[in-house]
């Protein structure tokens, strides 16, 4: 049996754990409310661009709304991108992301897959298996804004303007709540715009609402519009698909956070009962050595 | 009287919402003025100094291009970036001129990277051009 000092060495260091897990839950807490108000923040915007294209799309449904960034050709190759933290300790939060890539990549054995991938975890896991990656966006959650991942989304559109890949997916955990996340494999290029499909097959209130409306005047052209709205709707939605997976990564970290502090009390708990039991015992003992000492010497 | 909602979006936040008799846009092929009533319009922004007039006053905005789109009295800019004019950093918006110029003179014409450079030298200095409208 284990001895009083060892019993009180386990349970100093649990604690020492919890007290880290604990607040390694509350920074995450903290980080995931300033996640979700970058989210709202960014709603505003990628809502009015929506509408705008939508209504560009309705007003003008007799134009066809023609991008290179919206065609469609048949798939053979292509990008798979996958959004992990840099950081662990996030319970499923990057396996998932990965075990849903590595799926999609046995679906797809038939199409020529490329990765890559935003985070190390993602990068890391891959490279040990000696999978190729094609690019690693390293370092982008340090600096995480607009801008920056505009660039992301502008060297992807380029591969695929030039022709290497004939789709963009984003594989990331989409940011449900704080404690469910929800992994998804969206398609990032070609661009769908639900309007699109929504000017293709009138629904009764466009086609009511379509007399009353009269096209836009653009300046300085319907296409020089549309040739500027399409790209920055693409860099608005891998913005979005990051921010979201950002606050993904604290919701899961701070609910694995919170489960490995209530797991540590447990420990704790059990730990001081064994504790209680052992010492208990060892005065018991050393009772009956006493008491049987005596009874000798009668 | 009818009143403008004008609205400045930008992908981080929403700068600005309130209602205005006029508001005055750096379009895609010079400034344009809107009133209540404009026939619906889209337009590309140019980076420059928007004002909207209330009750006789004037309110200046630095946007550094977008879109803008007019509908039912409605005037929505989205904007790559945005702010109000006694906010811009004029030192950062000369500084980062200057360094966009030291680049510029570097590169090729042809460069990819040459229209980037431009256009962040276009930027800047209708930031500074707009800081000084205050």
Do not use: C, W
Not at chain 2, 49 to 78: C, H, P
């Amino acid at each position: 049996m284990a001895s009083l000092r060892d019993i009180r060495k386990r349970i100093r260091s649990v604690k020492n754990t919890r007290q880290i897990t604990k607040a390694m839950k509350m920074v995450s807490a903290a980080k995931l409310r300033k996640a979700q108000d970058a989210i709202l923040a960014a709603r505003p915007y990628a809502q009015t661009l929506e509408q705008i294209i939508s209504e560009l799309a309705v007003r003008s449904a007799d134009q066809e709304l023609a991008h290179p960034l919206l065609a469609t050709r048949p798939i053979r190759r292509v990008e798979l991108l996958l959004l992990t933290s840099d950081r662990g300790l996030a319970g499923g939060f990057n396996s998932n992301v990965i075990r849903r890539a590595n799926r999609y990549l046995y679906e797809n054995s038939n199409l020529q897959v490329r990765v890559s991938t935003v985070g190390r975890k993602g990068n890391d896991f891959f490279r040990n298996r000696g999978h190729s990656i094609r690019k690693d966006f390293a370092g982008l959650y340090a600096t995480l804004n607009y801008r920056s991942a505009a660039n992301v989304a502008e060297e992807l559109a380029a591969a695929f303007l030039n022709d290497e890949v004939d789709a963009v997916y984003v594989v990331y955990n989409e940011f449900v709540s704080a404690i469910t996340q929800n992994v998804v494999v969206s398609q990032l290029l070609p661009l769908q715009p639900a309007t699109a499909k929504a000017a293709a097959t009138p629904t009764p209130e466009t086609v009511a609402a379509a007399p009353a409306l009269v096209d836009f005047k653009y300046e300085p052209s319907r296409q020089a519009v549309l040739d500027r709205l399409v790209p920055q709707a693409v860099n608005i939605k891998l913005y979005r698909a990051l921010l979201e997976s950002v606050a993904s990564e604290q919701g899961a970290r701070m609910s694995a956070m919170e489960n490995a502090t209530n797991n540590a009390t447990d420990m704790i708990s059990s730990y001081t009962l064994l504790y209680n039991r052992t010492r208990q015992a060892v005065i018991t003992k050393e009772l009956m050595e006493i008491v049987s000492g005596a009874e000798a010497l009668k | 009287m009818a009143k403008l909602t004008v609205e400045i979006v930008t992908p981080e936040k929403r700068i600005l919402s309130v209602q205005a008799d006029e508001a005055i846009v750096p379009g895609g092929e010079g400034l344009f003025g809107v009133r209540p009533g404009h026939t619906p319009f889209l337009s590309l922004v140019e980076p420059g100094t928007l004002t909207l007039i209330e009750a006789g006053r004037q309110d200046r905005y630095f946007v550094a291009g977008g879109f803008v789109e007019v509908s039912n009295d409605k005037v929505l800019v989205l904007a790559d970036a945005a702010e109000h004019v006694t906010g811009i950093d004029v030192a950062g918006a000369r500084r980062r001129m200057d360094e966009a110029q030291a680049r510029l003179k570097d590169l090729n014409t042809a460069d990819a990277r040459y229209a980037l450079e431009q256009a962040a030298v276009r930027r800047e200095a209708a930031r500074i051009r707009a800081s000084e409208t205050r």
